[in-house]
């Protein structure tokens, strides 16, 4: 039975009425009346610690504090944008993330189009990644809480989660596990949600959900992290699913490792220069690296394992972009600042990383240049293969 969600102290309904519509402009239409619902119920900025930190525009974060700057800091709360909660080693590790990219997720998954009833049992909903509790929070009001399971992997965060629910009148269950192969209790799970970033679904994901169920979780690649993936559980282990243009998330974090970190480049790490082949390309660099998503999408498919950086230092050339993979390959591509006609390109290591990355722009191109929302997954047992259009245009397999 769905129990009736708690209201916290009121926040000012202004603020409320403008993040409605700003979530409504992102999804280009009405907020659906169970979103809505659950929006004006649980209050963001009762999961939001009193420092926090918003893009700057610059590519770089600026800190709010509550205490100095109350009403920025509330502005903030009830802003449409991704929140940073915390930094590890001067790089963001954890977020609030934007309200209308988790109204996105909450409805490809199938919840928030209806106000929920008591005349019926609510899904069975996993997250994973509780993060600072509040999407936990918006399930447990769509759902009941003793049908939600969010699970952290950093145990402090996990408890100030618990803290914020519990401070809210929320008790879903909270645990602490490692979402690539934690077995959480509760189950099976008609939802599984993940609130980061992935590039590839864990085995063990497909055994928290009955056949019908659904899988919803942002993609990333080392060459590209945009995009959410939607798959619908099915029979033997099988799942299949459409990608969608939207939501850049963290990425999954596992234990002893860093969360994220900059592309190497050949000086950093990689085969030995003077094993380095030298020639030319008309393939500008900027057509794959340039911010054009569904370009980056594509390549970073089908050429996996591997990074970018651009280096506008005028150390080696006016302009380069570095790119490496993990197993001491890399390449150069040089543009001398005078003609776009033809760049340099350097590679050495076991794979020519270029020569890839020119066949998979060409492929992208005979494809008719796809977006992101033509490709769709199909996970059969230990095999994923990704496709444009229909399963029977496969475009790689992993």
């Known amino acids: 039975m769905v129990t009736t969600p708690r209201r916290d102290a009121p926040a000012d309904d202004v603020l409320v009425d403008g993040l409605l519509a700003a979530v409504a402009e992102q999804l280009d239409q009405p907020v659906p009346a169970g979103l809505e619902q659950v929006l004006r119920r649980v209050h963001r900025h009762r999961f939001l610690p009193d420092r926090i930190w918003q893009r700057d525009g610059s590519g770089g974060y600026e800190p709010v504090d509550r205490a100095t700057e109350p009403d920025r800091w509330t502005a903030a709360a009830y802003s449409d944008e991704p929140l940073v909660t915390r930094f590890t080693d001067g790089l963001p590790s954890s977020s609030a993330s934007m309200p209308s ?13 209806s106000p929920p009833g008591p ?22 009001a769509l759902v009941g809480d003793r049908r939600v399971t969010t699970v952290e992997l950093d145990p402090v965060l996990a408890a100030e989660a618990q803290e914020n629910l519990k401070a809210t009148g929320y008790a879903p269950t909270v645990a602490v596990g490692d979402a690539a192969d934690c077995r959480p209790p509760g189950g099976p799970h008609d939802v599984v949600l993940a609130t980061f970033s992935v590039d590839h679904i864990p085995p063990t994901w497909l055994t928290q959900v009955p056949s019908g169920g659904r899988i919803v979780t942002p993609w990333s690649s080392a060459w590209c992290t945009y995009g959410t993936l939607a798959l619908t559980s099915h029979q033997h282990g099988r799942a299949e699913g459409r990608f969608h243009s939207f939501a850049s998330f963290m990425q999954m974090a596992r234990p002893g490792t860093d969360r994220c970190g900059p592309a190497p480049g050949p000086a950093a790490r990689g085969a030995d220069a003077r094993q380095a082949v030298r020639s030319s390309t008309t393939l500008s660099p900027w057509a794959v690296a340039g911010g054009d998503l569904d370009t980056e999408f594509h390549i970073g498919l089908t050429v996996p394992g591997t990074a970018f950086a651009w280096d506008t230092s005028g150390e080696h050339a006016p302009t380069r972009l570095h790119i490496a993979d993990t197993a001491n390959s890399w390449a150069t591509v040089d543009h001398d600042g005078l003609t776009s006609a033809a760049f340099t390109v350097t590679q050495a290591g076991p794979r020519r990383l270029w020569d890839e990355i020119a066949t998979a722009h060409r492929h992208w191109e005979q494809l008719g240049r796809p977006g992101i929302d033509r490709y ?14 229909t399963p029977a245009t496969a475009v790689t397999a992993f």
Do not use: I, S
């Not at 769709?376 to 259009?389: A, K």
């Open 101 to 113: 990219m988790v109204a996105r997720m909450l409805l490809l998954a199938g919840l928030g189009e």
């Open 119 to 140: 005349e019926a049992p609510g899904a069975r909903v996993l997250e994973w990644g509780a993060g600072t509790g509040y999407n936990a929070a918006l399930l447990c």
């Open 376 to 389: 769709g997954l199909t996970v059969t047992g230990p095999t994923t293969t990704v496709w444009v259009d």
